[in-house]
């Protein structure tokens, strides 16, 4: 039978499809014979740059209102498979509401989850899911056992989001079902920070401090830094906790996954948890006054050395070019 | 205002573990302590107790072994009692096997409001959560911020890209904890002392009504069909700095032709 039919949970930001789906897109289509995308909002929106991307057909649950999307599609996409409509294979990208979608589901249809994927391979009749453990140096395939539904979480930049190239997807819809007592969040307001230049996980180059700083008012050294090389700045969990940064700088197993061009780690140690967020980077420098620091293993050019003497040399020689 | 707040003990984060060769899992031969994740709910739980004047905070816990460790570190912190679900047939549980046994112990203390982390640090599937919501047919947010409960409603400030949503959400309801987001107490002396004589309430599978052909490696309906050492990269280039690191870094950045 193989694999002939795969959803992905869809999510977009008005109207612009996230890079997670767009990822999951460019691997689903090399699996299944058909992938459909289930959305919420205005499906016809996303519809053409879904097609372009592999999807067929894209399946609207319809307009949320101020209501959480984990418990309003898990319901419709159950309702689905319960009436025998539903795919072989689910892929959800390991986000707020992807987690949510998963976890309720899963409950709903009594399916289990594979989680924390960074790579799907195919083994005669089923997906198997790639987990990478111990920080990397370990990876481990699973498959499930039972039949329906296989439900994969699968974490953002695991593969390359590219155009295939396809016509503007079909437009279908998908009808929920009751929610019982679970649909009772409601979001009431939304608060965005305010952020200049690229995006931290589309960034070409990323500058990360760590605790090595010393202070909060040192990580301006990191700012400034990817200010002049036009790139993003991010920041070990150490760096959030203690306050100097917002939770949205996180780089690591709990926060972004990042996979720049360059990334340069100033006063990280290189914990497992901060280098599964980093270590796909095409090129890695570090700065770390510990030569024993973990952070050196993967890196393609190690600075042993003070970061407040390295750092504010380089930041005066790209001034200075500049 | 009765909290559960939901507290996995772990083998020690310190001490990285070993995939077993035979049952291709983490072994666990190691004392469990308190997940730091969990300290998190534990503090933001008391916090809500101490704001409502009235209730307490119990804890829900489910391991193989009967091991308390971890539990004793949240009742000195302040927590009133624990439930404890401790079963042979529970090695091997997966996520969805694992909310089902937290939520038929968690049912029982009829909560106000069920707090957990937003993912384990040894397991981290961070589907717990959720999982326990749909099966006790309640409301759920997850990457709260922070929390404030008036009559019945709580307002919670949700974690996302770029900064947070305020969430309205009418108890009961599970609320998973960001962490980093409180300062968890210290226990006192005083609390380790009183913690060695709180209730812990052991339960087996047979007392929950569950059947253990349903958890546990059967339970799990998925299985690790194979397991590679992660081909590990070139080694790099490593230099001391004397003064002029900056122009080997500026060096690579131009090879790189990226300026
Ligand atoms: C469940 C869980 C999830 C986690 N998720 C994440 C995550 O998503 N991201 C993350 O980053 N962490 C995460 N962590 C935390 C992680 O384990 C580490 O604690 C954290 O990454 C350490 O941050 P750090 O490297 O900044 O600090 P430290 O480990 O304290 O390292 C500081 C480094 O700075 C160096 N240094 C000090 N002074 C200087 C100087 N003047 N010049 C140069 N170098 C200097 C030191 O040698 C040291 O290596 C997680 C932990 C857990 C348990
Ligand atoms: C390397 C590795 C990979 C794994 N991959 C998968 C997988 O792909 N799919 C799968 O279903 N399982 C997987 N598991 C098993 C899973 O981690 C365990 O089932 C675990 O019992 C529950 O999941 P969690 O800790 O990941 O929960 P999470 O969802 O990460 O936990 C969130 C919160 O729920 C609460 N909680 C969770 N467990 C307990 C507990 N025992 N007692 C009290 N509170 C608790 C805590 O507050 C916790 O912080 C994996 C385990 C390992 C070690």
């Known amino acids: 039978m193989g694999i002939s039919k795969i959803w992905i949970y869809g999510e977009s930001t008005g109207g612009v499809v996230s890079t997670a789906t767009l990822e999951l897109l460019a691997k689903a289509r090399t699996i299944g014979d058909t992938v459909e995308v289930v959305v919420h909002g205005d499906a016809s929106a996303v519809a053409a740059e879904l097609g372009e991307h592999g999807a067929s057909t894209v399946l609207s649950i319809g307009e949320l209102g101020d209501g959480l999307p984990g418990p309003r599609v898990a319901s419709a996409m159950a309702t689905a498979i319960d009436a025998g409509n539903g795919p072989d294979v689910l892929l959800l990208a390991t986000s707020y509401d992807g987690r949510d979608v998963a976890g309720r589901l899963s409950a709903k249809i009594d399916a289990p989850v594979i989680t924390n994927v960074v790579d799907l391979t195919v083994d005669g009749d089923r997906l198997l899911g790639v987990e990478s453990i111990f920080g990397g140096s370990l990876d481990i395939s699973t498959g499930f056992t039972g039949d329906g539904t296989a439900i994969f979480l699968v974490r953002p930049k695991s593969f390359a989001a590219e155009s295939a190239g396809g016509a503007a997807a079909a437009v279908d819809s998908l009808e929920g079902g009751d929610l019982g007592n679970t649909g009772g969040s409601t979001v009431k307001d939304r608060f965005a920070e305010e952020s200049t230049g690229p995006k931290l996980d589309e960034a070409a180059i990323v500058v990360s401090g760590g605790r090595g700083l010393g202070s909060a008012e040192h990580y301006e050294l990191i700012e400034t830094l990817a200010g002049l090389l036009k790139g993003a700045a991010g920041a070990s969990r150490a760096v959030v906790d203690a306050g100097w940064v917002p939770y949205s700088y996180q780089v690591g197993q709990t926060g972004k996954v990042v996979k720049p061009a360059v990334y340069l780690a100033c006063g990280i140690s290189g914990a497992t948890q901060h280098l599964v967020g980093m270590k796909g980077s095409a090129n890695i420098i570090a700065i770390n006054k510990d030569e024993e620091a973990p952070i050196f293993g993967v890196a393609d050019l190690g600075i042993v050395g003070d970061l407040h003497k390295v750092v504010p040399k380089l930041i005066e020689a790209l001034q200075a070019r500049a | ?259």
């Open chain 2, 1 to 259: 205002m009765n909290v559960v707040v939901c507290a996995k003990q772990i083998p020690d984060p310190a001490d990285p573990g070993q995939m077993d060769p035979e049952t291709r899992t983490l072994k666990r031969d190691v004392k469990l302590i308190l997940d730091e994740s969990d300290s998190y709910g534990v503090e933001m739980g008391l916090q809500l107790v101490d704001a409502a004047g009235e209730g307490e905070v119990v804890l829900v816990s489910m391991v193989p072994n009967s091991e308390v460790g971890g539990l004793r570190t949240a009742l000195a912190m302040g927590a009133g009692s624990a439930i404890l679900v401790s079963d042979e047939a529970l090695a091997g549980s997966d996520a969805l096997s694992t909310a089902k046994v937290l939520a038929a112990a968690i049912q029982r203390c009829e909560p106000d409001l069920v707090l957990t982390a937003t993912e384990s640090s040894d397991g981290y599937t961070g589907t717990v959560p959720v999982q326990i919501a749909e099966l006790l047919d309640l409301p759920s947010v997850t990457f709260a911020k922070s929390i404030e409960v008036s009559g019945d409603t709580a307002t919670v400030q949700r974690q996302t890209e770029d900064g947070y949503d305020v969430i309205e959400c009418s108890l009961p309801c599970v609320v998973s904890v960001t962490a980093g987001v409180v300062e968890p107490r210290y226990p006192s002396f005083k609390g380790i002392m009183a913690a060695k004589n709180k209730p812990v309430d052991e339960l087996d599978l047979a007392a929950l009504g569950i059947d253990p052909a349903t958890v546990g490696w059967t339970g799990a309906r998925q299985e690790i069909v194979a397991t590679a050492e992660a081909p590990a990269g070139e080694a790099g280039e490593i230099i001391h700095d004397e003064g002029d690191a900056h122009e080997r870094i500026l060096a690579f950045l131009d090879d790189l032709k990226i300026l």
